[in-house]
């Protein structure tokens, strides 16, 4: 074979080879990419947006007594200035929600009267008897690992067994909307269970107790979700999903990283906008949204404890709760509402049915603010896998979202844009990338060094055996003919 068609075989071949390892390279980069993105809970387009937005925040943000944070409206070009003023003309008032509503009697102006029979528990209070019994009735799990989650539940088998157990009485007042209260307004965020304690209290109300709002959530049937028996994640603020939060970032609590970290983390919605997310009684955004602080039930614990959950893939049910936080801890996600004895000497309002006309501010007849208030779709996060388990033990002495974090990610990584995430990047990662990539550029030069310019092109075929064996015969041959021939030794050398 010719010189010249060898080195075109042999151009050929590095080509191939090169274009192999650049190949693996780009598969290697795609996957860190993909492991990143899910790491953080962005989708691809949120990721573009983030991009394009750069260092922009995404929401305009009101610090509440240099403590807590309430998110105003998107930061478009529109409410570049938007203040708690300009959200405030035009808005329905507490008063015209209680007119349109035609629940709150014996309540205070806001407030929704919940009366009925609740359901007990047989050996104490808050022993989680009725959620395991619950448990027993799922037909459809989403993930049977904590924080557990169900798509549709047996309401036959729940309404034989509670059937069972006894019931109190209860009558109380309930705040319709989570602080502050308001129809259209985003929940406020980023408050201690003690500063939940003292707001109520300013307003002549008390914080919930965790039966008062188990009650107000479930009714009288006793309801997984406040809607019914089938998990829906268009009716309320649920399965959105989950990113990871930085340690630190939210003291002080007033600084621009907290800010920054809670505009990144944000996916709530404002309060009413969801009318299927209605309990029996008419209270709204009682499962998922944000967290709700209450008084625990049981005598041994914490007496903090949150319910409801929050916009993540958690549990988002009426009996479930976090019992793991003291009174002083504070994080991205928790908010309240309050209670208060009720006026008995006025009738209670009938109960309203399951999945109930939606209220004015999911129904498009809101308020003129609302319209400010409504986050862009690109400014939420998209739904969380549903088919997702995470992998930790089922106990409501755990927490859900740092239970999601060290099961979705163990260790996430970390990203400059406003303190994205401040745990590390898990050691497998970078090694794997490296290993792919060198093992993919070893094999490439391995194969070169096995292809000598003496051999033939490996693109032609191989002749027969015996064929073989005879040109190696001459070039054998031919290689002795055309030796150098054999040194003469050395002459001694004489004095």
Same mark, same amino acid.
């Given at each position: 074979?010719?010189d ?22 780009a ?18 387009? +949120? ?10 925040p ?27 003023v ?5 808005? +329905? ?13 014996? &309540? ?52 034989e ?16 909307? +989570? ?15 003690h ?118 893939p ?9 019992r ?13 509402? &309050? ?49 997702? +388990?995470?992998?930790h ?43 792919? &990539?060198?093992?993919?550029i ?43 021939p ?7 050398r004489?004095?």
């Amino acid at each position: 074979m010719s010189d010249s068609s060898t080195k075109g075989a042999h151009r050929a071949l590095r080509t191939v080879l090169i274009a192999k390892a650049l190949a693996g390279v780009a598969l290697t980069v795609v996957f860190a990419g993909g492991w990143w993105l899910r790491a953080h809970g962005l989708s691809i387009v +949120e990721f573009q947006n983030e991009l394009r937005r750069g260092d922009e925040p995404r929401f305009v943000w009101r610090s509440v007594d240099k403590k807590h944070w309430q998110a105003l409206g998107p930061a478009d070009g529109a409410n570049a200035n938007l203040t708690l003023v300009d959200v405030a003309r035009g808005e +329905e008032t507490p008063a015209l929600t209680d007119a349109r509503e035609k629940n709150s009697a014996g &309540c205070a102006t806001g407030m929704v009267r919940v009366k009925g029979s609740f359901r007990t528990e047989l050996h104490g209070e808050a022993t989680g008897e009725i959620e395991r019994i619950q448990d027993a009735a799922c037909t459809d799990w989403i993930s049977k690992e904590f924080p557990a989650r169900c798509r549709t539940f047996d309401r036959a088998r729940i309404d034989e067994e509670v059937a069972k157990l006894p019931t109190r009485p209860l009558d109380f007042c309930m705040d319709r909307f +989570e602080y502050p209260n308001v129809l259209g307004q985003n929940p406020m965020i980023v408050v201690t269970f003690h500063e939940a304690e003292a707001m109520c209290k300013k307003g002549s109300k008390r914080l919930c107790n965790e039966n008062e709002w188990t009650f107000a959530c479930e009714g009288e049937e006793v309801r997984p979700y406040p809607y019914g028996y089938t998990r829906d994640s268009t009716a309320c603020v649920v399965d959105r999903s989950w990113r990871p939060f930085a340690e630190g970032a939210l003291q002080p609590r007033d600084g621009a990283v907290a800010r920054a970290e809670v505009d990144r983390l944000w996916q709530a919605e404002p309060s009413g906008a969801r009318g299927a997310c209605k309990s029996p009684f008419g209270v709204y955004d009682m499962t998922g949204n944000v967290d709700e602080w209450t008084h625990s039930a049981r005598t041994t614990g914490f007496s903090s404890i949150l319910k409801g959950g929050y916009w993540g893939p958690v549990r988002a049910r009426c009996r479930p709760a976090t019992r793991a936080h003291n009174e002083d801890f504070i994080a991205y996600q928790q908010g309240f509402r &309050c209670c208060s004895d009720a006026n008995t000497a006025v009738p209670a309002p009938r109960p309203v049915p399951a999945f109930s006309p939606a209220s004015p501010l999911a129904a498009g007849a809101a308020p003129a603010s609302a319209a400010l208030l409504r986050p862009r779709s690109d400014a939420l996060g998209s739904s969380a896998d549903l088919s997702t +388990e995470w992998d930790h033990r089922a106990s409501d002495d755990a927490d859900e979202v740092e239970s999601i974090g060290r099961a979705r990610v163990g260790p996430a990584c970390a990203v400059p844009r406003a303190l994205l995430s401040s745990t590390s990047t898990p050691p497998f990662v970078p090694v794997f990338v490296a290993g792919a &990539c060198a093992a993919v550029i070893l094999a490439a030069l391995g194969r070169r060094r096995r292809v000598s310019p003496a051999c033939e092109s490996t693109a032609h075929a191989l002749p027969p055996a015996s064929a073989r064996a005879g040109r190696s015969a001459s070039r054998g041959a031919s290689r002795n003919l055309h030796a150098a021939p054999p040194r003469r030794p050395r002459a001694l050398r004489t004095r």
